[in-house]
């Protein structure tokens, strides 16, 4: 079954200094792979998404994540957050294969922004 | 514009009281999804439904009851059974056979007194 291990619930940062929110996931097949973002009491907003080709993913709000398949990895990084970055973030996974079309979710990663 | 709305954003029962949440899209998708999302534990499936007259149990069904009669509307009824429903419920719908791209609802914040 497929899992997705976000490892820190919580990353403190200052203001315009860089972030990495890790992500691990398991599978054995072909996968989708996911970041969304949640701003307090909104829903989900799609930051950016995997699906074949370039490894490196290019998201909105200045966001990027790297694929890495020998690692079963797919970590988002930003250079510079800004105070406005303050979320939580989630990284999800999805099975390529043809007729399954659901998403597992990892538990988050709350990002706090310090000035 | 397109996308999904749910109503209401806030919403009080008693316990005992059964209640049903509301979830329209007009993104003329197939498949829509519910979640239940608790502090920490990110997102859990309740029900999904992937095309009209038809759905699926998620994870976390116990307690929650769906219907899906037209392809616009999904919503999701918490019965009195639902041991802990106290949560924010998430809606989203999807394109079958596209990349599993999921879109979102502004979401509903149920509180059981």
């Known amino acids: 079954a497929q899992s997705v291990t976000q490892l820190d619930s919580q990353v403190p940062v200052f203001e315009e200094a860089p972030v990495e929110l890790r992500c691990n996931y398991s599978s054995s097949v072909s996968v989708y792979l996911f970041w969304y973002v949640q701003y307090p009491n909104q829903g989900l907003q799609l930051l950016l998404k995997?699906?074949?080709?370039?490894?490196l993913v290019k998201g909105i709000n200045g966001f990027e994540a790297e694929f890495n398949k020998s690692q079963t990895s797919f970590h988002l990084r930003k250079p510079s957050v800004h105070i406005s970055d303050t979320a939580e973030y989630f990284c999800a996974v999805s099975d390529v294969a043809v007729g399954d079309d659901k998403i597992i979710f990892g538990k988050g990663t709350r990002l706090h922004i310090l000035p | 514009d397109g996308g999904i709305t749910q109503s209401p954003k806030y919403l009080f029962r008693k316990e005992g009281q059964n209640v049903t949440l509301s979830c329209e899209q007009n993104?003329?998708?197939?498949?829509m999804y519910w979640y239940r999302q608790d502090p920490g534990q990110g997102l859990r499936l309740i029900y999904y439904?992937?095309?009209?007259?038809?759905?699926q149990k998620g994870d976390i069904a116990e307690g929650y009851s769906v219907s899906r009669e037209k392809k616009e509307s999904f919503p999701l009824t918490v019965t009195s059974a639902q041991k802990n429903p106290t949560a924010f419920y998430l809606c989203?719908?999807?394109?079958?056979?596209?990349?599993?791209?999921?879109?979102f609802g502004p979401g509903t914040r149920l509180t059981v007194l």
């Open positions: 993104l003329n998708h197939d498949a």
């Open positions: 989203a719908s999807s394109i079958p056979g596209g990349n599993n791209e999921q879109f």
């Open positions: 995997y699906l074949s080709g370039s490894t």
């Open positions: 439904s992937q095309i009209v007259n038809d759905f």
